[in-house]
Structure formats: C-alpha cells, structure tokens
C-alpha cells in the first residue's frame, strides 16, 4: 500500500511536468510569442502539482526510510557487537 | 511528527492535486478560451484534469489506508473494524452451528465401532499367559499353548543353569506370595501354645474367662501356616568365581565413575 501511495505521488508530479511541457509539445504556445492564458494557466498549475509531489514523496520516502531504521533498531541492539581479531 | 507528516504530506499532495484536476476541467470554461484558443487546448487541459482526478482520488484512497493500517499496528484505533468484527463473528457462529450438526454422532455406528474394538480384546484376554520368572534358553515351540489353572499348576519350578551377578535383581511380582513368618517364630498350629490355639480355634481368651496376655497375636487365627524354608532357597546364589570378579569391578568403577576420578582407570 505504501509503494501504491508513493507511486500516486509519483505519478502527481510527472502530470505536473507535462502540464509545464504541454504548451509547447501540442504548438498551442507559439516559442517567442506573449503568452496565452491557456499556456500560462498550465505552466502555473504544472508548477504548483511539481512542487506538491516532489516535495510530498521525498517527505513520505523519508518517513519510510526513518520507520525502517526504528524498526532495525531493537533487532541490532540485542545482537552482539562483532570484535575484530 | 514525522509520522504525521510522511502521511500529511501524502494526503495533502493528494488533495491539492484533485482540486488542481477540478482547476483543469474547469479553466477553458472560466477563461472563455475554449473558443478562441485551438481545439487542443481545451481537450489536453481537460483530459490532463480527468487523468490528475482519478490518479489523485488513487493516492488519497491509498495514503488513508496506510495511515489507518499504520494506526490499527501502533493500537491506536482498536485492531479489527466494527465491519469485520461482526464479519467475524457471524462466520464464527456459522462454523459453530455447522460443526455442532457434523459432530452429533450416530450411535449404531458408534456402537459397531466399539464392538468391532472389543471383539479381539476379548478374545485375547483369556489365552494371555503371563510369564512368571525368566526362562530358559531354549528353542520354544511354536504357536500358543493352552493355559489354563491345570497347567500352571504342572508347571514345574524354571532351573537357572547359572545364575549371573544381575540375577540379584528380584523378577517383577505376578501373584501374591504366601505369607510365611520368619524362622524361629512360634507357629500358629502348635498345640503347646494355649492362646494361639484358642484364637485358632475361634475362642477368645475373654470368652473364656481369662484375661488375654498383652503379648498375644489377636489375628493368629488368619495366619496360614507355611512350612519352613531353607534360607538358602529364599535368596538368590550369590555369584561365584568370574561372575563374582566381575560384579566387584563394576562396583569398583561405578564407585570411581561417581567420584569424577574415571581418568584414572
């Protein structure tokens, strides 16, 4: 389940980079023209889902990486430390 | 805090990105583009915000859960949901009302099936001989002998050629064994001894008239007389020449074994 929630996450900001990338790969964006609303409205909303997933799954990998070493934890402690000959 | 947060930020990544679908569905709309601009543009912002819809009802169903799980692990929400409890219980109480049908036996099968057990008991217990000290080394014949009181009763006393110093060992008990009092004991039956013969006789000394002496054996008339036996007879021969040298060096090792000295030998 949590691989499913992060790949959401994911997938949240790979649909953020084509809103950012769309304008221009469709030719609805003319390069060197004023921009259009349209264009302006996805590059601003592709920004903004970038940011949110980005910042959203490494926050959540970060998390899942600190329950791991609390759970790692009790079982090395009780294991004995090796001595080197 | 950093728990909350793993599963906040998911949640919230989430929540922003169906509100940024809604956004996309809804933006040639409120801009009044999707005349003027291409047609492509109004179909990529709304099929982008359809796909960023479903993906992000995905994750936000996905990170709920996880959350949930996570707190049903920590015990903070009770480990199984009302729905499944109840789930549970009916199964539990459908199981038990199909176990209680299936397990009612019948009781002519369960009678055929204690007769068929006892029939071979039966017919078993009455040819067991039961051996009654050890036997000789010796081909026996084959098959069951027939045994019955006149048989043991024929059987003569087992001869042990030679007896080994594990021949102390007494042989386990089968029947009960006379009762014999110890040799130089005044016997019940001698007509010398006047208490002991009135007890024998079934007449008390109080009946009599006599005061009983205080030395007197009151249930002398129980007593079956035994002739005596031999001493020799009772006991087992002790062992003799290498039997005799062999059981005094296991007791010798034994005794070493016991003390920690066995390096020694």
């Known amino acids: 389940m949590n691989r499913l929630a992060l790949g959401g996450l994911a997938a949240i900001f790979a649909i953020g980079g084509w809103l950012i990338a769309a304008p221009f790969v469709l030719h609805f964006q003319a390069p060197g023209a004023p921009w259009t609303n349209a264009a302006r409205i996805d590059i601003v909303t592709g920004a903004i889902l970038v940011l949110a997933g980005f910042s959203a799954f490494f926050t959540a990998l970060a998390g899942r990486i600190r329950e791991l070493y609390a759970e790692a934890g009790p079982r090395t402690a009780n294991e004995p430390v090796p001595v080197a000959e | ?265």
């Open chain 2, 1 to 265: 805090m950093g728990l909350l947060a793993r599963y906040m930020s998911g949640l919230c990544a989430a929540v922003l990105g169906l509100c940024a679908a809604g956004w996309l569905v809804l933006a040639p709309v409120a801009f009044g583009y999707r005349a003027s601009a291409p047609h492509q543009t109004a179909l990529a912002d709304r099929a982008t915000g359809g796909g960023l819809a479903v993906v992000s009802l995905l994750t936000l169903i996905f990170w709920a859960i996880a959350w949930r799980r996570k707190l049903r692990a920590d015990g903070v929400l009770p480990r199984i949901s009302r729905r499944r409890a109840r789930r549970e219980e009916r199964d539990v109480r459908r199981r038990a009302a199909a176990g209680q049908a299936e397990s009612t036996p019948d009781p002519a099968q369960v009678l055929s099936e204690l007769r068929a057990l006892l029939l071979p008991l039966l017919a078993e217990s009455p040819a067991a001989p039961e051996p009654a000290g050890p036997e000789p080394a010796g081909p026996e014949p084959a098959g069951p002998e027939p045994a019955g009181p006149e048989s043991v009763a024929a059987a003569e006393p087992v001869v042990v050629p030679e007896l080994h110093h594990h021949g102390a060992v007494p042989e386990p008990r089968s029947e009960l064994e006379p009762f014999r009092l110890p040799e130089g004991a005044p016997e019940a039956s001698e007509p010398d001894d006047g208490d002991t013969a009135e007890a024998a006789a079934g007449q008390p000394a109080a009946a009599a008239g006599q005061p009983a002496e205080p030395d007197s054996y009151p249930f002398a008339a129980a007593l079956v007389p035994v002739p005596a036996v031999p001493l020799d007879q009772l006991t087992p021969p002790a062992p003799s020449g290498i039997a005799a040298i062999e059981s005094m060096l296991a007791g010798a090792e034994l005794s070493m074994v016991g003390c920690g000295e066995e390096e020694t030998w």
